[in-house]
């Protein structure tokens, strides 16, 4: 996907904002065949700017030198100015809850228009709130999550889009979901175990629907799975 490749991309050089130079900025992107746009930035004080960078009108957050040449995201970041650390933290926290915000609400019209490709859990308490999961059934953490399902459902409803994210085992076991998928609360629910086995396998079928209904969430920004929205 053109999106995670550029993003991975950046992911590689660095971050900044405020007072780095822009045109170098501008020019470092462009080295790296990066297409991406600086949407601000904002000088930290220690010859580093914090930088919002969009990319595919999704905005990511990196750390600059101040001349613009050196862009980049910490993953591990160790500081000796405590105030410039709580900034650091502050920004990113800021830019990926504004950016969640916008992928939840790409996403939950993903839900409303693919309902007949969305597994519809409902909890047995009334008024009960609605959790929506996108899942991968190779995924260790959304093996663990679906594991987890009975005991969301005492208190929540749960919509659940499962999809291809992790290769192609993963993408037939989508499909063998959306082929297999009844209405059927405890029927669903006994088929998808036996997808979300961690040494499953998928057996062979067309996956068009699947491939379609992937790439529809990832074209929302979702990267990772389980992804996750609590009302």
Not at 81 to 106: L, R
């Amino acid at each position: 996907m053109k999106t995670k490749f550029a993003l991975s991309v950046l992911c590689a050089l660095s971050v900044a904002y405020g007072a780095a130079d822009r045109a170098e900025l501008q020019k470092t992107l462009q080295a790296n065949s990066v297409q991406g746009n600086i949407i601000s930035s904002s000088d930290l004080g220690s010859g580093l700017s914090m930088v919002v960078i969009d990319v595919n009108n999704q905005q990511v957050p990196f750390l600059a030198t101040n001349d613009g040449k050196f862009i980049f995201q910490p993953d591990v970041l160790l500081i000796q100015d405590k105030a410039v650390q709580t900034k650091i933290k502050g920004f990113y926290k800021d830019v990926y809850e504004k950016e969640k915000a916008k992928i939840n609400i790409k996403l939950q019209e993903v839900f409303k228009k693919q309902s007949a490709n969305v597994f519809h859990f409902k909890s047995q308490k009334n008024g009960a709130k609605t959790i929506y999961i996108v899942s991968d059934a190779n995924c260790p953490y959304c093996q663990k999550e679906f594991a987890n399902l009975n005991k969301r459902l005492e208190d929540a409803n749960v919509e659940l889009l499962v999809v291809g994210f992790l290769g192609e085992d993963s993408m037939l076991k989508a499909a063998n979901a959306l082929k297999n998928k009844s209405g059927n609360q405890a029927k669903d629910i006994a088929m998808l175990a036996k997808l979300y086995e961690p040494k499953s396998k998928a057996t062979s079928m067309d996956t068009k629907l699947a491939k379609e209904l992937t790439q529809a969430v990832a074209d929302t920004g979702v990267r990772s799975v389980p992804y996750i929205i609590e009302d």
